[in-house]
């Protein structure tokens, strides 16, 4: 007797699927992002500045950020298949850098996402530094390739349509949160204080080592045939 799988089951199986895949990588970039700790950098540089031009420039740094995102989750696949690069060496060298940068979250030394190049003037600072990379750094990068990985592998083009939209979802949701942030970074500061910031940043990079811990374990499993 074959079993078959109803399409109403079906279709909640993957939508469960799907919102887990979005969490997973809402949580993801909004840790890696961390949002609260570019206030201090989009500050520094929009010093002096109108309000008007600050809630600009805070627009065109969240959607520039959102562009680099959405360009990595499509361009990371074609990249590792150019060098040849297996998608479970990829999630392991991802889940190493991850983990790194969230060891140096956790004990206070300067993460790749939190540079301060750029000098601060007249010019517009948008798309560098507060764009990449100040929220879409190199760890940034190696969250959503990462999560390129796992659609690549998945099974179906509608699944994997629908774990693609998820993480677009997911990087349209962490840009719009680091948006909101620096269009009030004054009064984030204030209420937040530095201790407050800290502590945040803190709990944050644990859960940045749990999350590269775990892109390390599922990459060694691709090499291990079931």
């Given at each position: 007797m074959i079993l078959s799988i109803?399409?109403?089951k079906a279709g909640r199986m993957e939508s469960a699927i799907t919102s887990s895949f979005f969490l997973g990588a809402l949580v993801s970039l909004v840790v890696i992002t961390?949002?609260?700790t570019k206030i201090p950098l989009f500050l520094s540089l929009t010093e002096g500045w109108s309000s008007g031009r600050r809630r600009s420039e805070a627009a065109h740094a969240?959607?520039?950020?959102?562009f680099i995102m959405v360009a990595s989750l499509v361009?990371?696949?074609l990249l590792l298949s150019f060098f040849g690069i297996s998608y479970g060496a990829?999630?392991?060298?991802g889940g190493f850098v991850v983990a790194v940068i969230g060891n140096q979250m956790l004990f206070g030394v300067k993460t790749p996402n939190d540079s301060e190049h750029g000098e601060k003037g007249s010019d517009g600072c948008a798309f560098f530094p507060l764009a990449m990379p100040g929220i879409a750094g190199p760890g940034t990068i190696a969250v959503v390739i990462g999560f390129s990985t796992q659609i690549a592998e998945a099974d179906g083009l509608q699944t994997k349509a629908a774990m693609f939209a998820a993480v677009t979802a997911a990087a349209a949701l962490?840009?719009?949160l680091t948006w909101a942030v620096m269009r009030g970074a004054d009064s984030c500061s204030?209420?937040?204080g530095p201790s407050g910031t800290r502590v945040l940043t803190k709990?944050?990079?644990f859960l940045l080592i749990s999350i590269g811990i775990q892109f390390v374990g599922s990459g060694i499993l691709t090499f291990f045939p079931k």
């Amino acid at each position: 007797m074959i079993l078959s799988i109803k399409p109403e089951k079906a279709g909640r199986m993957e939508s469960a699927i799907t919102s887990s895949f979005f969490l997973g990588a809402l949580v993801s970039l909004v840790v890696i992002t961390n949002p609260l700790t570019k206030i201090p950098l989009f500050l520094s540089l929009t010093e002096g500045w109108s309000s008007g031009r600050r809630r600009s420039e805070a627009a065109h740094a969240a959607l520039d950020a959102f562009f680099i995102m959405v360009a990595s989750l499509v361009a990371g696949n074609l990249l590792l298949s150019f060098f040849g690069i297996s998608y479970g060496a990829m999630r392991i060298a991802g889940g190493f850098v991850v983990a790194v940068i969230g060891n140096q979250m956790l004990f206070g030394v300067k993460t790749p996402n939190d540079s301060e190049h750029g000098e601060k003037g007249s010019d517009g600072c948008a798309f560098f530094p507060l764009a990449m990379p100040g929220i879409a750094g190199p760890g940034t990068i190696a969250v959503v390739i990462g999560f390129s990985t796992q659609i690549a592998e998945a099974d179906g083009l509608q699944t994997k349509a629908a774990m693609f939209a998820a993480v677009t979802a997911a990087a349209a949701l962490s840009s719009f949160l680091t948006w909101a942030v620096m269009r009030g970074a004054d009064s984030c500061s204030k209420a937040l204080g530095p201790s407050g910031t800290r502590v945040l940043t803190k709990i944050m990079g644990f859960l940045l080592i749990s999350i590269g811990i775990q892109f390390v374990g599922s990459g060694i499993l691709t090499f291990f045939p079931k």
